[in-house]
């Protein structure tokens, strides 16, 4: 599994090359190349290298943050946060998914993939309370994603969330006694 992760590395960088010639510099064609930063520190992630993972991260965000591409710089903070949460950084990972969720996610007219990836990111914020023994609010966070979700009709969406309420509801009681 390591070689295609490090075969897809070797790929990606690649690509960056090409990102790099004098024909891709041009504002058109940078929020590729921070697409593929953002796609390269998942995969470092992946392997374990989270040095490298997070330097990819953060020269994406810088792209994105430089051609205000809200969408894009919303998903460099999402995965940002995500490489904190799986270092069990959970306030941190917190900081950067309501980051997220400022920057693109707070208007109320999203397309629907939009509104699929503000329930996702929901229950984000609510695993990280639930990690932080924020009962109250995990399930406010796990109850707006709820409400996208039956909103959308997205079963599969709707399965994460109930398990996620129900592992909310179970850590919590045990916090109680």
């Known amino acids: 599994m390591q070689s295609d992760y490090l075969l897809t590395i070797k790929y990606l960088n690649k690509s960056l090359e ?3 010639t ?3 510099v041009t ?14 520190g998942v995969m470092y992630n992946k392997i374990g290298n989270t040095k490298q993972s997070r330097g990819n991260y953060f020269e994406g965000l810088r792209i994105f943050e430089e051609l205000k591409n809200t ?15 799986e270092q069990k950084k959970y306030n941190l990972a917190l900081q950067y998914y309501l ?3 400022d920057i693109y996610y707070k208007k109320d007219e999203l397309s629907y993939q939009d ?12 695993k990280c309370h639930q990690e932080l023994r924020h009962c109250d609010l ?3 966070y796990l ?17 994460e969330i109930y398990f996620n309420l129900g592992q909310n509801k179970e850590r919590c009681d045990k916090d109680i006694d």
Do not use: T
Request: hydrophobic fraction near 45%; charged fraction near 20%.
């Open 18 to 20: 090409y990102f790099d």
């Open 22 to 24: 004098k024909y891709f």
């Open 27 to 40: 504002n058109r064609y940078k929020d590729g190349r921070g697409y593929v930063l953002i796609s390269l």
């Open 71 to 85: 969408p894009a710089v919303s998903y460099a903070l999402q995965s940002i946060a995500n490489l904190h949460f």
């Open 99 to 101: 980051k997220a969720y």
């Open 115 to 126: 509104n699929i990836q503000k329930a996702l990111l929901f229950i984000s914020i609510g």
């Open 138 to 140: 995990s399930e406010n």
């Open 143 to 159: 109850n707006k994603g709820l409400a996208i979700a039956i909103k959308l009709n997205d079963k599969d969406i709707l399965s």
